[in-house]
């Protein structure tokens, strides 16, 4: 990879020196409390000079600023001391220095010292000092082998040092040492145990003495569910936090750890109110980072859905409002400088994106950069109060000195980095300020994009990639993708404004190799900056395909370019899905193989949206890849999509054809003539994109031969990824069923009231094929689990209340007297104890999407992935009647007669309905949808 990089820099002139560099597979960018943000400070129980003390104590405090570098230089002095004690916690600490600098080998060359220094058969096996050193020496390691990708090794050094802590009744290290524990499990793919890890920490925090120690142990932990996306229980750990530091004794831990939760949750209020925001509405996937998107306060929780919009927006604005609140009280506390400066930056920040500007720009005046403390933190304060000023300017009517103001900013920024010797600071600041560059050439051609870039514009222009490349290259020693594939990204977008295309393409796919090594949850540059997977992912991979499916398809490497655009297409959904299950799913289910040996009677469709088009790419068993291309705007097609949806439900059948036909035309009229000389095609299986996830296939109408899709010869299936499932052929031979399912009405389920439901089908399935039933009280997790254990079932069929929503928290289903989250679903069919893989079909019978969420499918592929199951047959939406069981005994006669594939027997159900006089309106018949294998 560093060649390409330094090969490209060279082709555009930039000279540079060939540095050798190898991508790690997993950065860690959010520091925690008492693993990397606080050098071990032990050495005042050692015995050692006055000097010396004051060496390691002043680099200690350099360290707490983010002064890395000048932490080293004074521990450095230090080093000259004859005992090996206070050598080997110098060591340990310089260690830790090294690794924030990213100068991982001599981090290594550091803790190696001290670790020789401390080996147990050197030690006093009865110095409770000396013990302590060793276990935090052992942590430091362990930091070390996490951020370098080995979290196994890292692992294995928190568990000695654990055993250290438990030895010595050090509950503050024991604990912080299991939360940095359940990070290397999560890394190395062990979810449940991270997840029982996080578990333990709550149990053992509830035991112990209300103290310092428990209020900054619940910070700690509510600050990594928080980056892990536990939003809940993040929210419940930091209200503790807070809860315990109202009854601190010391003043100003009382005042250290109240600030701290409350920043906390105000962050977490935001990011709350950003997922709920970013579920009903959209961003134009052309925006660039610098760019703020046009929202106006009334508007910035609109949302597209108008039966859900009211509550929906209620919610996301008290959720902002919340966040402010919190900020609030953070500023009318006596507090230190910089807790001050950065709650305010948070909160401007906030009321910037919310729309408030004549309240932002009043906060501006009142803050004071020059208090906070000139350490990495600093550079970083310094660049968010850029874009922050930069998203002022662009919003209202602004002085255009405004523009010199955020330059001086971030030129300070940069000096800052610089005489921190920070690279990764120094990096952060060139290509923010290259970003800023970015903005003030391209932002008019981004409004007029017929308009020729001028020669003002083309010199910001140059001068945004000069200072981008050398951020670029400052990332590579120090191994920093999370960041790199930011400056990629910005250098392929800088040369596509030069339409300097194909060096582009290559810095976007370097971008997108980049994400591929850094977990979409820890894509931060610190714990206080909001990341949005929507606005900081998705539009480089978008970009790319644009870029790949623009001028290149009529060329000769036309097949070449149409592969490249499906590969990242799949790719941008497995990291949708990985965002939203918040793992790696590849580590779960590796599957790889070659799309054209999976069957040779399906067609595969890809419809690609992008923001001016919408592009199409099939395949044909045996043949090339084809394509076509309808100029669409995004915005009519999303309008579309929605006022089919709603004519769905409104049950009104003209409308229904009226806009379903509409996409019929998009999709499947240009295939039309390949699919009449292919007689041998069975099934259509789409790999939808975007907002057409959110509607049935079976619905689209062929105004010709008045007809709807499904009444035509071909059986339907929805891939959500098509690395994810196992598509070799699993036809179901002797199918047997556990089925289960809650017909009696349950109320306050975790503030949610469900009405009863007609569970007869269960009992009509049974008499089909061989069925284990539970129903009612006996439809719980741990009955599930046992029967699960106890036999080979290979289909399983649950017909209860569920909900499908981009939040993870608000995807579940109804078990008796309580909810089943996808985490918990996920426990059931892929335990130890049982065999998954016998699992060819999960049946979700009674479901239903959010209303109005964009993304809402996600919950229902998240949920089917989790599962482990090869297909998922589920509905979009809920039909309370007769006409489910109907069609479920229909499908599962289908399948009885054997020599069907799923989703043929979902076709033949679906078009028995469709017949019948009672059902024949699309609101009874459509929502079926077959996800993953359809054989």
């Not at 507090?335 to 910037?352: E, F, K, M």
């Not at 999509?641 to 035309?665: E, G, W």
């Not at 008045?706 to 990824?721: R, T």
Request: with cysteine; charged share 20%.
């Amino acid at each position: 990879m560093t060649r390409q990089h330094t090969k490209l820099l060279r082709r555009i002139g930039f000279k540079s020196k060939f540095i050798k560099i190898r991508y790690r597979l997993l950065i860690l960018s959010l520091i925690l409390l008492l693993f990397g943000l606080r050098i071990p400070y032990v050495l005042a129980q050692v015995s050692t000079s006055t000097e010396i003390q004051q060496l390691v104590r002043q680099g200690r405090e350099a360290y707490n600023l983010g002064r890395y570098s000048e932490a080293i230089k004074l521990l450095q002095r230090a080093t000259n001391h004859n005992s090996d004690r206070t050598q080997a916690l110098i060591h340990s600490n310089l260690s830790l220095a090294y690794q924030q600098l990213g100068d991982w080998d001599a981090a290594q060359q550091q803790i190696s010292a001290s670790l020789q220094l401390l080996h147990p058969s050197q030690l006093n096996q009865d110095s409770p000092t000396l013990l302590k050193i060793y276990a935090q020496s052992l942590d430091i390691q362990s930091r070390l082998w996490y951020v370098r990708g080995k979290p196994e090794a890292a692992l294995n050094n928190l568990q000695q040092a654990a055993e250290i802590y438990t030895r010595l009744g050090d509950q503050a290290l024991s604990i912080s040492n299991t939360i940095n524990q359940a990070q290397a499990l999560q890394a190395l793919g062990l979810y449940q145990q991270a997840y029982n890890s996080l578990e333990q920490i709550q149990s053992r925090l509830s035991t112990i003495p209300d103290s310092v120690i428990k209020a900054e142990g619940y910070l700690s932990l509510g600050n990594v569910l928080l980056a892990i996306g536990e939003l809940k229980r993040s929210q419940t750990a930091l209200q503790n936090s807070l809860a315990l530091a109202e009854n601190l004794p010391s003043l100003s831990a009382k005042t250290e750890v109240k600030s701290a939760a409350l920043v906390s949750l105000a962050n977490l209020f935001w990011a709350k109110g950003n997922l709920e925001r970013d579920r009903y509405t959209t961003r134009n996937y052309n925006d660039i980072p610098w760019q703020c998107p046009e929202r106006s306060r009334s508007d910035s929780v609109a949302l597209a859905s108008r039966r859900v919009g009211v509550s929906r927006s209620n919610t996301a604005l008290k959720l902002y409002q919340n966040a402010a609140l919190q900020y609030q009280q953070v500023l009318a506390i006596p507090s230190s400088p910089s807790i001050q400066v950065q709650a305010q930056i948070n909160y401007l920040s906030l009321l910037v994106e919310t729309g408030q500007l004549s309240t932002a720009q009043a906060l501006w005046h009142e803050i004071k950069l020059s208090d906070f403390p000139n350490g990495r933190q600093g550079v970083y304060a310094k660049i968010n109060a850029a874009k922050n000023l930069a998203c002022i300017s662009q919003k209202s009517a602004t002085d255009s000195s405004v523009l010199g103001e955020i330059d001086n900013l971030l030129g300070t920024a940069i000096q800052d980095a610089k005489q921190l010797q920070d690279s990764r600071a120094l990096s952060y600041a060139l290509g923010n300020r290259g970003g800023f560059y970015e903005y003030l050439a391209v932002a008019d051609l981004h409004k007029s994009p017929q308009k020729s870039i001028s020669k003002a514009d083309l010199d910001y222009l140059l001068t945004s990639q000069k200072l981008t490349q050398q951020a670029l290259l400052l990332t590579q020693p120090i191994t920093a993708p999370d960041i790199a594939y930011q400056w990629e990204w910005q250098m392929g977008r800088i040369l596509a404004a030069q339409t300097k295309e194909d060096q582009a393409i290559a810095f976007y796919q370097m971008a997108v190799e980049s994400l591929k090594s850094v977990r979409s949850d820890l894509l931060t540059i610190n714990s206080d900056v909001q990341f949005s997977y929507r606005d900081n992912v998705e539009p480089v991979y978008r970009e790319l395909v644009d870029l790949l499916l623009k001028n290149h398809i009529k060329s000769a490497a036309s097949q070449e370019y149409l592969q490249q655009a499906i590969a990242n297409i799949d790719a941008l959904q497995l990291a949708e899905l990985q965002n939203f299950v918040g793992c790696n799913l590849v580590q779960i289910l590796p599957i790889n193989r070659e799309i054209n040996t999976v069957d040779t009677n399906a067609v595969f469709i890809y419809p690609i949206i992008l923001e001016n088009r919408l592009e199409v790419i099939f395949k044909l068993p045996g043949q090339h890849l084809e394509h076509y291309v309808h100029s669409i705007p995004r915005n009519a097609l999303q309008d579309t999509v929605m006022q089919l949806r709603s004519a769905i439900y409104t049950r009104n059948p003209s409308k229904i054809r009226a806009k379903s036909q509409v996409i019929y035309r998009w999709l499947i009229k240009p295939i039309g003539p390949y699919l009449q000389e292919h007689s041998n095609i069975k099934t259509l299986v789409f790999v939808l994109d975007g907002e057409l996830r959110n509607i049935p296939m079976a619905v689209l109408y062929d105004e010709e031969k008045e007809q709807y899709l499904i009444q035509k010869d071909y059986a339907l299936a929805l891939l959500p990824n098509s690395q994810l499932f196992d598509l070799s052929n699993s036809q179901l031979e002797k199918p047997r069923i556990l089925a289960g399912g809650v017909g009696e009405q349950q109320e306050n389920i975790e503030n949610h009231n469900f009405s009863s439901l007609n569970i007869d089908e269960l009992q009509q399935i049974a008499k089909i094929l061989p069925s284990k039933l539970l129903i009612n009280s006996q439809f719980t997790p741990a009955n599930l689990h046992k029967q699960l254990q106890s036999g080979a079932f290979s289909i399983v069929h649950f017909v209860t209340h569920g909900n499908f929503s981009s939040d993870p928290e608000d995807t579940y289903l109804l078990a008796y007297q309580q909810l089943i989250k996808a985490r918990e679903l996920n426990n059931l069919l892929r335990d130890d104890t049982v065999n998954s893989r016998d699992i060819k079909l999960l049946v979700l019978s009674a479901c239903k999407t959010a209303e109005g969420d964009n993304r809402a499918i996600l919950g229902l592929a998240g949920l089917a992935v989790r599962a482990g199951a090869n297909s998922t047959l589920s509905t979009l939406w809920q039909i309370n009647d007769g006409s489910t069981s109907k069609l479920m005994v229909q499908f599962y006669t289908e399948l009885k007669k054997g020599g069907v594939t799923k989703a043929e027997a979902l076709h033949r159900a679906q078009k028995a309905l469709l017949l019948q006089p009672e059902y024949q309106n699309p609101y009874y018949w459509a929502p079926y949808i077959l996800v993953g294998n359809w054989q």
